[in-house]
Nanobody
Framework: VQLQASGGGLVQAGGSLRLSCAAS????????MGWFRQAPDKEREFVAR????????FYADSVKGRFTLSRDNAKNTVYLQMDSLKPEDTAVYYC?????????????????WGQGTQVTVSS
């Protein structure tokens, strides 16, 4: 199983970025795909998640209304569209995959992780 995150970069406050998470190695139709982020000297925090089979999404309050998840089944890829970015969104962003009945808002529920992509928002 491999998750490849990409799309990070440097952007000014108010700008946008789209992160991608390409999944391979198995069928992810029964999985929940999550995005987490970790800023320096802070714990990894939940950002958003999507259930692959239904497309149902859930967002942290801090990003609700600004970030949007989507998926492309043909490409086995999940996208995190980030708009109206703020300096406090600066972090390394990770995608992850989990299945079963879990609390999908916590990092320990996820068995598979991508390598992370840096997002830096300047003020």
């Amino acid at each position: 199983v491999q998750l490849q995150a990409s799309g990070g970069g440097l952007v000014q406050a108010g700008g946008s970025l789209r992160l991608s998470c390409a999944a391979s190695g198995r069928s992810f139709s029964s999985y929940v795909m999550g995005w987490f982020r970790q800023a320096p000297d802070k714990e990894r925090e939940f950002v958003a998640r999507i259930r692959w089979s239904t497309g149902t999404t859930f967002y942290a309050d801090s990003v609700k209304g600004r970030f949007t998840l989507s998926r492309d089944n043909a490409k086995n890829t999940v996208y995190l569209q980030m708009d109206s970015l703020k300096p406090e969104d600066t972090a390394v962003y990770y995608c992850a995959a989990a299945q079963g009945l879990r609390n999908f808002n916590i990092a320990s529920s996820y068995a598979y992780w991508g390598q992370g992509t840096q997002v830096t928002v300047s003020s």
